[in-house]
Every structure is written in C-alpha cells, then in structure tokens.
C-alpha cells in the first residue's frame, strides 16, 4: 500500500530564513508526488507536482522540490521565507492511475517576525 | 464558475440527523473527488467520480455515507444518521481527467456534530 509521511508535525521560522519542509512516501514504482498549502479556512492549493524528468521542479510563490529516489522522499524548500508563507503543507501522491491522492498528515509552518 | 463551489460553509447538526453537502464543480473538468479532513489529520479520500462512469466509492467509511453526481455538474455528499465522529472538514475537488494534473479544491464544509 502506498503511504506519504510528513515527520515534522509543526516548524517555527524567522521570515527571511530558508525552509525545508519533509516528505517521505512508499510505493512500489515512480509516483506522482504533490505539495499542497492550506490557509486557514481555504481549501488546498496546488504549489508544485512532480510526473517525470527533472527532479528539481518549480512552483508558485518562489517554492521548489526535489525528488530523490533513492531517498524516497520529495522535500519542498523555499530560499527566503515570507510572513504570508505561515499556512499548513502537505505532501501528496498519486499512483499511476491517478484516480485519488494519498496525503500526508500535514506540517504546520509557524514564521516569526 | 471560476472555482470549485461548496456549501453550506459551515453546518452543525444534531447526532443522528441526516445532512446534505454539496459541490460545483469547475465547468468542464470530468473528474470530481470528495476527501475528509479531520482535525489535525491529512486528507481521506471518500470517493470519486469520473464523467458517467461508475464512481469509485472505495473510500467511503459506512453505508452511513452516500454521494451522488449528475452528468458532469453538481455533486452531493449525504451523510446518514449523522455520529460525532463524522465532525470534519469535508473537502471537494475537481479536476480535468484523471487527478495527474492536480486538484482544484473547494474551500471546504466544516461538519460539526453536536
């Protein structure tokens, strides 16, 4: 069965400090892998996906991630951390059906002035 | 419309009281899920539908839970004799095809059973 798993629960950053934020995932062939950001009260928006080739994609608001097979994980980073980047994250996969998504239980991104 | 549509925002209800949930989805896109959200959890996935194919109803937890779709428009999630631990947010996506492309999302029913 395939499973995602986002280990950090809760992360504090300064705004103008670098993030990285951690996705592991199980499953038995290449994956579809997804980040989504959740704002208080919104439904999930969609940053960033990752189907095949380069393993470094880009996103919106200045987000980036890098697939590592052989780390199974796909890490969502920022270089620079803005206030309104506080929201909740998560981490999602898709088989190659694609008919549904796994997530991950989401991390909670706190950015101190 | 521009976005996925749901309503009512907000609902509670009295345990074991029937409810009805519903979702628009964006004009054109064939795929529509329903996922629940619970409090500090990630996202379950409860059903799909996919243009007038049978839908894929794997996800749903009871028979309590049932959801229909007509054509390729609205969508309705009912929730039979409602528990407590139905309290969540339910969340409703569509997308064009199959989910490759992602989601777009509503911005969710927040369930609470009192």
């Known amino acids: 069965a395939q499973s995602v798993t986002q280990p950090d629960i809760h992360i504090t950053v300064s705004e103008g400090a670098s993030l990285e934020l951690r996705c592991n995932y199980s499953y038995g062939a290449t994956p579809y892998l997804f980040w989504y950001v959740q704002s208080p009260g919104q439904g999930l928006q969609l940053l960033l996906k990752y189907f095949s080739g380069d393993t470094l994609v880009q996103g919106i608001k200045g987000f980036e991630a890098e697939f590592k097979r052989s780390q199974s994980s796909f890490n969502l980073r920022k270089p620079s951390v803005h206030w309104s980047d506080a929201a909740e994250y998560f981490c999602?996969?898709?088989?190659?059906?694609?008919?549904?998504?796994?997530f991950g239980s989401g991390t909670q991104l706190t950015v101190l002035p | 419309g521009a976005g996925v549509s749901q309503s009512p925002s907000n609902k509670v209800t009295e345990k074991g009281k029937d409810v009805e949930l519903r979702c628009d989805p964006i004009s054109g896109h064939t795929a529509l899920y329903w996922y629940r959200q619970r409090l500090g959890q990630g996202l379950e996935f409860l059903i799909y539908?996919?243009?007038?194919?049978?839908?894929?109803k794997s996800g749903l937890p009871s028979d309590r839970f049932s959801a229909e779709r007509t054509g390729e428009s609205v969508s309705t999630l009912t929730i039979q004799r409602t528990q407590q631990e139905d309290s969540a947010v339910y969340l409703c996506?569509?997308?064009?095809?199959?989910?490759?492309?992602?989601?777009?999302f509503g911005s969710g029913t927040r369930l609470t059973v009192v």
């Open positions: 539908f996919q243009g007038n194919s049978a839908p894929d």
């Open positions: 996506a569509s997308s064009l095809g199959t989910g490759v492309a992602g989601y777009t």
């Open positions: 999602a996969l898709a088989s190659g059906s694609a008919r549904q998504l796994t």
